[in-house]
DNA sequence: AATGAATGAGCATTCATTCAT
DNA sequence: TATGAATGAATGCTCATTCAT
């Protein structure tokens, strides 16, 4: 009886910004922040320039958004690995597959998110550039409690746990610029299952010594 | 006593490309690439904005030089490795060691790379992209070289010597980021000494079963 | 009981044109005509955007409307002066003192009637130009009217009637803006009694010879 | 024998400059602020868009630089009358009949700054606000200076002599708006001439009583 | 009748590059 | 040879106005 009518208009409205977000992570994947135009974005999501401005107030806005969103996949992930049963070797396999699977169903996003790492971050508001840091501190807290186990439970080696997750990270990041830069000569999920495959045949070596 | 001036003006010239080269590596590596305008580098060298284009022809011919630059003295670490006398696992050291001081010696040099790596390429002219790749392609191929030794020899897993080099390759450029970000909390040096020490322990096992 | 709803909605029209107009009074005279946007007069008066538009076809023509009506206000009273009973003198004291009045009670209407004399009126559509041009061309005709019966009455000077009422009329306008500047500083009507009393003064005097 | 070579380049520079000032009073002063764009100035001037920005660093400061130029005239104007020897109404004799032949000879300059007078000043930034608002007060300062010496010298009113000062200017302000509406109508030498005749002639008489 | 999302012309400003001197 | 003044294409963003709902 109740009339839903104030939420009707949501869904249309939901449409356009997706197609927005469609066509901005499109070309700014592609082409990169600077080199993407508004007029771009606009006409490929197919309405006109000044629309975009009603979603978002700045390009500055729609790149972060974006940003933003692959971003929290990643933590997402990151996180739910940390909270997971099992043990630490067992969360990272299942990190390092599910990242690999969020890579391939996401590619856009890798490489925006990718870019925006190498980006002048100077030409960024400070506010933006703060949460980017945030972000990059969470992903590497949770990797560094999955390595504090893994170093209590003996298969990991008894190394300073926060490098070793900034080398884990940094191992994962590496592979994925070489993948991004000939996705057909290197293959992200072959690679990952190597990877794999190479830490549990290590993990059995008694480390302390 | 008899001036060589009229034989040779390189001296001044040269002095002047590199005034030009310090500058624009400076403002390149700290502003990037699209906030760096060549008014700038021409008042940061102290010489006319006109005399740029007497010695490139383009912004992006002067930053692809510099990148160019840097590239190469990594591929002449990479080559000398190689072509070193010794096991795998000590080149392998020797280049790890090598190309930490590297950065460190020339840390403008790899932070402007690194920007460059994810930057726009698609944006840049063919011509540079090309050459970029090709560079990269040389790294991999020395790097899979010593793999390739490393493997014979025992030491490193009967993987895919490709996919070991572009795995090694992504871990030493994953590191950098992390140093680049956080050169406080990320020590690249330790981080390279905790990689060859882990990597030694673990060249020990027996990979062939 | 009955409500007369069907028979006529001016009451509710009359109120949402009130409204606006009172939003666009406070904001075109706060922040003048081009940094008063429709959509900012639209939320002052709480109403939808697109609503201003049943109201008024232009922006031109809500600024113009509000303009008018602070006129007419003066020309009225100019009109009224010039009607009534008494000399010369006795009608410019009246109407000095009404104006006055006048301003402080529409301090608004005479800042935005103000900022419009100075707007670029070439800018504005030749009807509404017109319009003003007419409006002033009346209030100096007024104004002339009384002076040229105090000139009759020997209390003015025997000069250019049209010259006397554009001077009278500048002195007036003139103090306005002095006091629009600073109103602390310059007391309009302190200002004014000043002019009449003076005024008397020298009308005492004989002006023929 | 000496070369005057590094003097060479000034005057052809300000000849550009020259054309620009030209180009862009008359279209202020024509069109005002707002509806001139920077590209109509420099067409008009005859130049590319961008030079413009070489001499001045924004259209604000262009702005303020004319405006200033014209105000500095008329503040000149008043300090001079200040500083000469004689009576004050001698001195405010020179000083209306140098003021009129000044707007005369620079209407355009009058315009502008008669515009500038009644525009936004929000649009604007502080310090150009601040620097207008200090001219205003110095020539008030100075008006009042020549105002309190008629005073003394008997042949002005002995009322508050800023008020006085404010209602002076503000008299003849308010003419110039009545010959910039309308100068066939209205001319403001003739104006000048019987306000200074009509002073005269009543500065005979005794005030104080 | 009322709305607010959509539009796109319009504008200030930047900057790589050129070229007269 | 070296310069810096000149250029104009390019771009992010605003806002009066329209119109589907």
Not at 21 to 30: D, G, R, V
Not at 32 to 53: I, R
Not at 72 to 78: A, Q, S, T
Request: glycine share 6%; hydrophobic share 40%.
């Amino acid at each position: 009886m109740a009339k839903t009518l104030g939420l009707r208009k949501n869904p249309l409205k939901d449409e356009r910004e997706q197609a927005f977000k469609q066509a901005a992570l499109k070309l700014f994947s592609t082409k990169g922040y600077h080199k993407t135009t508004m007029a771009e974005v606009a006409l490929e999501a197919g309405f006109g320039k000044g629309t975009l401005y009603w979603y978002w107030k700045s390009k500055e806005e729609l790149y972060f958004a974006l940003v933003e969103e692959s971003h929290n996949e990643f933590v997402d992930l990151v996180r739910r690995a940390a909270e997971m049963e099992g043990t630490a070797l067992e969360k990272l396999a299942w990190l390092g597959k599910e990242t690999v699977e969020l890579h391939y169903r996401e590619r856009d996003y890798t490489k925006l998110s990718w870019k925006m790492r190498a980006e002048e971050l100077e030409t960024f508001s400070p506010e933006y550039v703060e949460r980017m840091h945030e972000n990059n501190a969470e992903i590497k807290r949770e990797l560094q409690r999955i390595i504090e186990q893994g170093i209590e439970e003996g298969t990991l080696p008894p190394a300073d746990p926060y490098y070793l997750a900034c080398m884990l990270l940094g191992l994962v990041e590496g592979m994925e610029i070489q993948w991004l830069e000939d996705p057909e000569a290197f293959d992200l999920r072959k690679a990952m299952e190597m990877v794999l495959s190479l830490g549990a045949k290590v993990a059995g070596q008694r480390w302390s010594d």
